[in-house]
């Protein structure tokens, strides 16, 4: 979405006693997974031209949607909204077999731009559900990359929602069970729903590996830091946006006198600042860095000009392209080598 003359916030220089200033959260912003989904949905208009079918939105961010449209691809809920043979792109959140089965039976070019470490989720619960394990699946219902889990071994999966479930959670075997967990939700929340599930299931497995994603652990633990000392913080990130959302939770569980998300720094209210003297800011794993930097200007047009940033950890992780682009892009490679070598 292309940004709209005058509708940004204009805050005013509310005074406040002492310097103004902006704690800047890092890391913050897009992730690995969100980074190589977008690309992928770009690649896919520039090898196909358009359209490019995308099921659900590919990434939690309304500006990242609006903004593929503008390119040509178009969202759709379910495959079968699609034209037979046409190319759709899976969501980075992931999709049960039965949405790749009604993909294939309708004749359509999938390309599977689930984030891998969704992907890892699916296959733990795959070989738990061979090994006839029940699996607490900790997340939310509803949630897209929730569904496509549970949709890898529907009748092993038992969903937990919060800590409060868990004294209406029953299993058939308490020596066989084991837990897995949405990759986006709060790390604390998390643990404290394992912490209440162990007390029901002594024997209660964990995975083998940490399924909360390190981008979200990363941008959790970097606006604690930053939320202990702010008087307001701001989260840019879309309402179903889960790790935007847990990052507004943890700020206020962390300190910070109030907290806030806009999926636009136009949202941005003039009474949050009363008395604000110290305003963090960070976005959610699919948030483009355009956004963030759109709101640093308005806050420095109300006095906020000294800009910190509160680093906590360094990320570099890099993920290739969906194979079906890969295999796609080196047969185009391919042909073009072998057309030059004709030619000479």
């Given amino acids: 979405m292309p940004r709209i003359p005058g509708a940004r916030a204009r805050l005013k220089n509310t005074p406040v006693q002492g310097e103004k200033k902006v704690l800047l959260a890092a890391p913050r912003g897009y992730c690995a997974g969100v980074d190589r989904a977008v690309i992928a949905v770009e690649k896919a208009l520039e090898q196909y031209g358009s359209p490019v079918y995308v099921r659900k939105q590919i990434v939690h961010n309304i500006h990242v949607v609006s903004e593929l449209e503008n390119k040509g691809a178009i969202f759709v809920d379910e495959v079968d909204e699609v034209p037979p043979g046409a190319h759709i792109v899976f969501s980075a959140h992931g999709v ?4 790749v089965n009604a993909a294939q039976d309708r004749g359509l070019l999938a390309i599977d731009a689930t984030c891998p470490l969704v992907t890892k989720v699916h296959r733990e619960a795959v070989r738990f559900a061979r090994d006839d394990f029940e699996i607490l699946l900790i997340g939310h219902e509803g949630h897209e990359e929730v569904e496509g889990t549970a949709g890898e071994a529907p009748d092993h999966v038992t969903l937990v929602n ?10 058939k075997d308490p020596d066989k069970v084991v837990w897995l967990s949405q990759t986006t939700l709060s790390v604390d929340e998390t643990m404290e729903t394992v912490r209440r599930l162990r007390e029901r299931f002594p024997n209660l497995q964990d995975p083998p590996s940490d399924d909360i994603c390190y981008a979200t652990q ?3 633990v970097a606006i604690k830091k930053v939320a202990q000392d ?3 913080v701001i989260v840019v990130g879309s309402a179903n946006s889960s790790n935007s959302v847990r990052l507004v939770e943890v700020a206020l569980e962390y300190g910070a006198k109030a907290a806030y998300r806009v999926d636009y720094s136009h949202e941005v209210k003039q009474e949050w600042f009363d008395g604000v ?3 963090g800011v960070t976005s959610g794993a699919s948030v483009p860095e355009e956004l963030v930097q759109e709101l640093l200007e308005d806050l420095a047009t109300a006095g906020y000009l000294d800009v910190e940033q509160v680093k906590t950890a360094e990320e570099d992780l890099m993920f290739s392209l969906p194979k079906e682009l890969r295999t796609n892009l080196k047969g ?7 057309g030059g070598r004709v030619s000479s």
């Fill in 230 to 232: 702010s008087d307001l």
């Fill in 162 to 171: 919060s800590p409060d479930d868990v004294p209406n959670i029953h299993v």
């Fill in 332 to 338: 185009q490679r391919e042909a073009r080598a072998l």
């Fill in 96 to 99: 049960s077999p039965a949405v």
């Fill in 218 to 220: 990363n941008r959790q």
């Fill in 277 to 279: 003297k110290t305003v």
